[in-house]
């Protein structure tokens, strides 16, 4: 099976743009999280998406959001980027239900100049 | 709040030795504790992970120790390679139908000596 993949890999953005990164999981996984890894803050938790539903959600600002679409596929947005949004962002996928095993994608590095 | 404990922050181990990772919980709602590896410009790779009715498991070089009365987890690396060399991330989650949000501990960032 191929694993998780995120798109794109790299990214420079200024501050106040908006992006949108991608996320493909693992076929047959229907649960999609995404994690933010800064090396101050470590691996943080963003939000959970279950069948296009979201199912979790970690302590960021709503300028942080999400959406699942019916392939199990899912994409996150940032808006009114700032400096310290600069960081890696990884996408993990599970079955979602019978398994609580995630696997990540190798992320995608955003660089807020 | 930190609700995951991580420690130490890096480790320096020789060829053949044995890397020793500890974590502490404090949400007793957890009840899946998996460990991940990362290498430099990669996405955490699930290496092995226990339930709390295990006091330990083994896969290959790799040994988990799980202590639920004192809330604390362990991973241990036998006989140490150059190739482990990496990130090492303690995690843990209720999941179930709350979802599947993982608690991650700050990480250990291991060395191996040849």
């Known amino acids: 099976k191929a694993g998780v993949t995120q798109t794109p890999r790299y990214l420079i953005k200024t501050r106040g743009q908006q992006v949108t990164l991608s996320c493909s999981p693992i076929?047959?996984?229907?649960?999609v999280s995404w994690y933010q890894q800064t090396p101050g803050q470590g691996l943080q938790f963003l939000f959970e998406?279950?069948?296009?539903?979201?199912?979790n959600k970690g302590n960021f600002p709503g300028r942080f959001s999400g959406r699942q679409f019916s392939n199990s596929r899912s994409e996150m947005n940032v808006s009114t980027l700032e400096l310290g949004d600069s960081a890696l962002y990884l996408c993990?996928?599970?079955?979602?239900?019978?398994?609580?095993?995630?696997?990540f994608g190798p992320g995608t590095r955003l660089t807020v100049t | 709040q930190q609700q995951v404990k991580q420690s130490p922050q890096s480790l320096i181990v020789q060829k053949g030795g044995i890397s020793i990772i500890n974590c502490a919980y404090e949400?007793?709602?957890?009840?899946?504790f998996p460990w991940y590896q990362q290498f430099p410009g990669k996405g955490p790779a699930l290496l092995i992970a226990?339930?709390?009715?295990?006091s330990e498991k083994k896969e290959g070089r790799v040994t988990i120790s799980f202590n639920k009365s004192a809330k604390q987890f362990s991973l241990h690396i036998m006989d140490s390679q150059p190739g482990d060399s990496a990130t090492y991330f303690c995690?843990?989650?209720?999941?179930?139908?709350?979802?599947?949000?993982?608690?991650f501990g700050g990480g250990t960032r291991v060395l191996v000596k040849p």
């Open positions: 993990a996928s599970s079955i979602g239900t019978t398994s609580y095993e995630q696997y």
């Open positions: 076929s047959g996984h229907r649960s």
């Open positions: 998406y279950f069948s296009e539903t979201q199912r």
């Open positions: 949400n007793t709602a957890f009840d899946y």
């Open positions: 226990i339930r709390p009715d295990v």
């Open positions: 995690a843990a989650t209720t999941g179930g139908a709350a979802g599947n949000k993982l608690t």
